[in-house]
């Protein structure tokens, strides 16, 4: 029996991507194989429990929404990530898969929207980011850039650049929680007319940084 290692499931408003604001399921599954600098859920690193795929179906049911996002950690260090991913769009789920970019995401169900992290080199992780995913991504998913410092957001503005991404699929510039000023960031966007969308992590403007929301 398919089973994944799940380090939490719970209910919230999305706090990020173009679906932000719209009560979530999150299926947080453990593990993941980079260690990000600014990373906010180290916890999900280790732990968890071991639940089939069944389990999981059942446990979201008792929430009124058809919007689940499987995040981690590194979701896609679970082999069996794609086979939930696809059992969920079978139960008429409109999923969402955020994964940090080090690892392909080749054979994803064509459903799910995957919102693809591009690691930054204020992360400490840009050198792991596969660009071969770059070529798999469509306008129907996103791209992400947390960003930690006005050096990270030229070298993402290169990387967009470099990559041709604009036409790509929709581009969010993210500023790390409490280290780069939401002001600052919007005043460079606006200043160099970058057709991206600025984002906020809501739940955190909510609630602080905390786990389960």
Excluded at 24 to 52: E, V
Excluded at 92 to 110: H, K, M, P, R
Aim: glycine fraction near 6%; aromatic fraction near 10%.
């Amino acid at each position: 029996m398919t089973s994944l290692k799940i380090n939490e499931i719970f209910f919230s408003l999305q706090g990020e991507s173009s679906r932000i604001g719209f009560p979530t399921i999150f299926i947080r599954l453990t593990g993941c194989p980079m260690r990000c600098k600014y990373c906010d859920t180290a916890y999900a690193f280790h732990g968890g429990k071991n639940m089939s795929l069944d389990e999981i179906l059942k446990d979201i049911s008792q929430y009124k929404t058809k919007y689940v996002t499987v995040t981690g950690g590194e979701p896609l260090a679970q082999k069996p990530c794609w086979e939930l991913l696809k059992k969920l769009c079978d139960n008429d789920y409109q999923v969402s898969l955020e994964t940090g970019g080090a690892l392909s995401i080749e054979g994803i169900d064509e459903r799910t929207k995957v919102i693809l992290d591009i690691k930054t080199p204020d992360s400490g992780e840009h050198l792991k980011n596969d660009r071969k995913n770059l070529a798999l991504i469509n306008n129907k998913d996103e791209i992400k850039f947390v960003l930690s410092s006005r050096e990270d957001y030229e070298w993402a503005k290169t990387f967009i650049k470099e990559e041709n991404l604009i036409d790509k699929a929709p581009i969010i510039f993210s500023p790390v929680y409490e280290n780069l000023s939401y002001e600052n960031l919007s005043e460079w966007i606006l200043e160099d007319n970058l057709t991206v969308r600025f984002q906020v992590q809501l739940h955190k403007i909510i609630w602080g940084e905390k786990k389960g929301v």
